[in-house]
């Protein structure tokens, strides 16, 4: 068994510019450069707002941080998001002690995600003379 089959990952394409990646697996040095790449893809195709699930992430060490890092980094370079959904407590609580949730919203479930990428992208009130 090679170490990507320790992860899984499984994409909904939303729109042109939006994809739910939900992961399943731990999120570790031996798994995290194939979720790069499996996000990376999605950045290639114009996918500039990912939601990552992490439902069935059960654990996550600090190159799982890099890799969410690195990807929220990513998708700011051509003006997109990154929105962690759905995290098990134990993960949860690691991206709130490393303050990762301060810079990158962490939603109860993807349709929240979801919901607020739309919300975002909806036009404010106009400005009044």
């Known amino acids: 068994m090679s170490h990507a089959d320790l992860l899984s990952v499984e994409v909904t394409v939303i729109d ?6 939900a992961v399943c697996g ?37 190159s799982g ?5 690195r990807v929220h980094n990513d998708t700011k370079k051509v003006g997109g998001s990154v929105q962690l959904a759905a995290a098990s407590p134990v993960v949860r609580r690691l991206l709130d002690l490393t303050g990762i949730s301060v810079g990158i919203p962490v939603r109860d ?7 607020a990428l739309a919300s975002a992208s909806l036009p404010g009130p106009a400005a009044s003379s």
């Open 16 to 21: 042109e510019r939006t994809a739910v990646a």
């Open 26 to 62: 731990e999120l570790d040095t031996a798994t995290g450069t194939a979720l790069h790449h499996q996000l990376a893809n999605q950045l290639a195709h114009g996918r500039r707002h990912l939601v990552l699930d992490l439902r069935d992430v059960p654990f996550m060490d600090s």
């Open 65 to 69: 941080l890099g890799i969410v890092i």
């Open 109 to 115: 479930t993807p349709e929240e995600a979801l919901f």
